[in-house]
């Protein structure tokens, strides 16, 4: 079977494929003796073939994991960039996709950006993010099917002995991670009344915050008061982003969001200040309205060659991950536009910072998050940020070229106390028979 003919299956065809070849549970990882990657079924030859040859999105991936739910049939998967840091840290994000290449992408793009963020925030964590794909669920609106996909989840997770430790993402929510909980201790952002800290989307609005603020100081516009923003997107974190905004003095703020309820929402607490309108999937015009700062709070790769040159905002600054859908080419498109990109991976750190501090119990008014969005720490998210921005223009590169070394650098820094672990559990699952437990 040739690499396309796996990988541009709809998810619903390949899961199906799997079954008929009698798997319920595949990985694909990095051999790094053998320089390439390996599958665990010779069936899946393919796609280890597939990312082997890809210069793009794969990254010496350490491994994806892969199962279809025993009980609700859902395709779930966890992707493991790096690990030298401590365990794979991201949250699990539940989505719709074309084709099983899509899905991989995403998950690899995903896994790679939490690398990237957990080293520049100083986290003792590697960079991993967990994928459900929403058209291979059941009837979600049935009582007790969408706990079910959360509960087999949190089981998958379990089965990997630690390696990724997960937590929320787009299209999960508070009580969702409840029921991940459930089944495995590998996660936080659990709700606060089973001791965990809960929604993450409020700290990672304010970490965005911060890196507008550190941008406009960059360019001497000086503060947000006055300036006019474009939100992308007005959910988890878009809508308290919004509110922030407000608050810093913000005249006018255009939002776009696929939900007619958040938009209302949003339009109705700010009433002349936010014009907020209802989009399609599509529709991509937010991002070319006349404002100062362009905010991309939504999903991936949407800064590329199409959306691009119609940008007249001075500054993009946002809270989705992978914004960028070429690393190494738009960032380029975007000097060369005269627009100042600061990377998403810098700023919207706050939601892993919470999930990561709540390992480690409460204080009120906590120095260890609150550090991170002031002025004074030389890696808080305003300083780091004023840093990569001067190194950036100095060297007339893009800033996120800058930043990505400093991420690479410090990713492969090993925990100080438990080493490269990571790729030790994975060697371990891979040896043990993890993808053929029935064997």
Not at 244 to 267: H, K, N, S, T, Y
Not at 327 to 341: F, H, I, Q, S, T
Not at 361 to 371: L, Q, S
Request: charge should be negative.
């Amino acid at each position: 079977m040739a690499e396309n003919d796996l990988a541009q299956m709809s998810p619903v065809e390949f899961r199906d494929f799997l079954g008929e070849q009698g798997i319920r549970r595949f990985w694909l990882a990095w051999d790094e003796a053998a320089a390439t990657v390996r599958a665990s079924h010779g069936v899946l030859e393919p796609l280890a073939r597939l990312l082997a040859a890809d210069r793009r999105d794969f990254d010496r991936h350490e491994g994806i994991f892969a199962q279809v739910a025993p009980e609700t049939g859902t395709l779930q998967g966890a992707f493991v960039h790096r690990t030298c840091r401590g365990q794979a840290a991201g949250g699990v994000r539940f989505w719709r996709y074309d084709t099983v290449e899509g899905w991989l992408r995403d998950g690899l793009r995903l896994a790679r950006g939490m690398t990237q963020k957990n080293a520049l925030a100083g986290l003792w964590w590697g960079g991993g993010k967990g994928v459900m794909v929403r058209e291979t669920a059941p009837d979600l609106s049935a009582p007790g099917v969408r706990r079910k996909v959360y509960e087999e989840y949190g089981e998958f997770i379990t089965s990997l002995r630690g390696c990724y430790v997960t937590a929320e993402d787009v299209g999960t929510s508070v009580e969702d991670m409840a029921a991940v909980f459930s089944r495995t201790r590998f996660t936080t952002c659990i709700p606060p009344e089973l001791g965990g800290s809960g929604n993450p989307s409020v700290p990672t609005a304010r970490g965005v915050l911060r890196g507008m603020e550190a941008a406009l100081h960059h360019l001497g516009m000086g503060s947000l008061a006055g300036k006019s923003v474009a939100l992308q997107g007005l959910g988890h974190v878009g809508a308290p982003l919004a509110d922030f905004l407000v608050e810093r003095g913000v005249a006018r703020i255009v939002g776009a969001d696929i939900d007619p309820g958040l938009v209302r929402a949003v339009a109705d607490r700010h009433p002349g200040v936010v014009e907020a309108r209802v989009v399609d999937r599509e529709d991509v015009s937010i991002l070319h309205e006349e404002v100062d700062v362009v905010a991309p709070c939504a999903t991936g790769g949407i800064l590329n060659p199409a959306t691009i040159p119609g940008i007249r905002a001075r500054i993009v600054c946002g809270a989705a991950n992978n914004q960028l859908e070429d690393m190494d080419r738009d960032d380029l498109l975007l000097l060369e536009r005269g627009v100042l990109y600061v990377p998403d991976f810098l700023v919207n750190r706050m939601g892993i910072v919470n999930c990561a501090d709540e390992q480690y119990g409460y204080v009120t008014n906590d120095p260890a998050i609150e550090r991170h969005l002031g002025d004074d720490w030389d890696n808080g998210i305003y300083r780091l940020t004023l840093a990569i921005l001067a190194e950036a223009e100095e060297k007339r590169v893009p800033p996120a070229r800058v930043a990505r070394k400093l991420a690479d650098r410090r990713s492969l820094e090993t925990h100080p106390v438990w080493g490269h672990r990571g790729i030790r559990i994975i060697r371990s699952l891979l040896e043990s028979g993890w993808a053929r437990p029935g064997d």
